[in-house]
């Protein structure tokens, strides 16, 4: 008897579970000149955010002309039409309150975390920008930032150890004119040939309101703060459509090894591949799969690479997810008196095995339930990168729906181990790849197949 009732409870826990919906509730209204608002009320701390996306990343971008969404992300905050170089950060930090941005592929945000009593000074500081920066503009400044830029790249890129790594795998993932050919921060030729006409042309046509979406959540009251967004983003007027995009097909059919020397002491592989976009049927599987693969000591590869064979210094893999499509990417140093060849062979091993053999429902459970721990965190907090707003403008952004938490943690939590291998087998072909070698100058043996280097 005693076992039936624990067997019971243990139902009834179960089923409370399932029923159990995460709530984000908010309140979403279109302004005459096209700007999605989406608030959300939270009074946990008398904190709230302003995060604004504007729905232009890298990948609307043309082959030639690339760079300029990153480079908006500096301008932005170097004065606008009514607040000069320097007060917004000043103005923002006195009233106690942060800031900052990002580019991808797919968006720019800019959001601002504030005391709630300072709501009103983040929308006209955030509202200027959008509707005056032209007017603060000039090719002057337009070059002091593209110097910027420039020499960010060099830090990042050309003279970082591996930094070289993914202008070349995204060059030979995907084709020429495809919009993820290339990296958010451009090329140097782009950042130097582009004129302040093209600079200006860029931001007339994609930072309007019509094409961003802007999300406060905290210490709010939806009716006044909509008022506050009405007054100040309202007389914004808006632009035209932004042109879609229109990606060429991206499929790789054959194995590309390439091989890079560079100033290292260690040499690293990298080995990437396409999968489905965001939401996509297979994304959440990918995501598992990564998190299965190198995710804690016990993880597949690192417990063979790392703690067993002690061969490599380090593991990651990883599915890196957006609008048009993803990659997944494995990436592994190499430990002193061993080889990429190595690498690449327990790698390769690894991959056969998820393949021919699901993995068990253990590991698919534990890599879930990180997957909504983490979830779970970023739900605590409204701001910065990562909280309730960037999840509300994220979800409008890739779905059209801001109230996609249950659907997306859903996704989740309905998968089998077998579902895992499926997609593995899908989209982790030998044939359909990139793999890259980074090793020390001179040491060109330490690669995967250094005799096929090809570009």
Not at 9 to 26: E, N, R
Not at 232 to 259: N, S
């Amino acid at each position: 008897m005693k076992a039936v009732i624990i067997l019971f409870l243990s139902y009834c826990i179960a089923l409370q579970a399932q029923l159990k919906q995460i709530s984000v509730p908010y309140t979403r209204y279109i302004l005459p000149n096209g700007l999605n608002v989406i608030l959300h009320e939270d009074h946990t701390t008398p904190t709230l955010t302003v995060n604004m996306w504007y729905h232009v990343g890298s990948g609307y971008e043309k082959a030639g002309r690339t760079g300029f969404a990153h480079l908006f992300e500096h301008l932005m905050f170097m004065g606008s039409g009514h607040v000069p170089q320097g007060q917004f950060d000043k103005l923002l930090e006195a009233a106690g309150g942060d800031n900052n941005g990002s580019t991808n592929t797919d968006r720019t945000n800019y959001f601002e975390d504030v005391p709630s009593n300072a709501l009103e000074l983040a929308l006209y500081l955030d509202s200027d920008r959008m509707g005056f920066l032209l007017g603060a503009m000039s090719p002057k400044s337009v070059d002091a930032q593209r110097d910027v830029v420039k020499n960010e790249r060099r830090q990042s890129y050309e003279n970082r150890p591996y930094g070289l790594a993914w202008e070349n795998i995204y060059k030979n993932l995907y084709p020429e004119g495809h919009p993820y050919n290339w990296t958010t921060i451009g090329s140097m030729t782009d950042l130097s040939a582009a004129s302040y006409e093209d600079v200006v042309d860029f931001f007339k046509t994609y930072y309007t309101p019509n094409n961003a979406s802007l999300c406060i959540a905290g210490d709010i009251n939806p009716e006044k703060t909509l008022e506050l967004v009405k007054k100040w983003y309202g007389g914004i007027p808006a632009g035209k459509p932004a042109p879609p995009i229109e990606p060429p097909a991206a499929k790789l059919t054959k194995e590309k090894v390439i091989v890079l020397e560079d100033k290292v002491q260690l040499p690293r592989l990298y080995m990437a591949w396409i999968t489905p976009a965001r939401f996509a049927p297979g994304d959440a599987e990918m995501d598992v799969l990564s998190n299965i693969f190198s995710n804690g000591k016990n993880s597949r590869l690192y417990k063979r690479l790392v703690y067993d064979l002690q061969i490599a210094q380090d593991v990651n893999a990883f599915q890196n997810s957006n609008k048009l499509s993803s990659e997944f990417m494995i990436i592994a140093t190499a430990r002193a008196g061993h080889n990429l060849e190595e690498i690449k062979k327990i790698i390769q091993e690894e991959i056969d095995k998820i393949k021919s053999q699901p993995p068990s429902d253990r590991e698919v459970q534990q890599a879930v339930n990180q997957f909504e721990a983490g979830y779970l965190d970023a739900m605590e907090r409204c701001g910065s990168f990562g909280g309730k707003a960037d999840l509300l403008n994220s979800y409008y952004y890739y779905t059209g729906n801001p109230d996609y938490f249950n659907e997306d943690i859903s996704r989740y939590k309905e998968l089998s181990p077998g579902d895992i291998r499926a997609m593995a087998q899908t989209y982790l072909p030998d044939n359909g790849r990139v793999v890259l070698s980074i090793v020390p100058k001179g040491k060109l043996n330490l690669a995967v197949n250094p005799k096929e280097e090809g570009k």
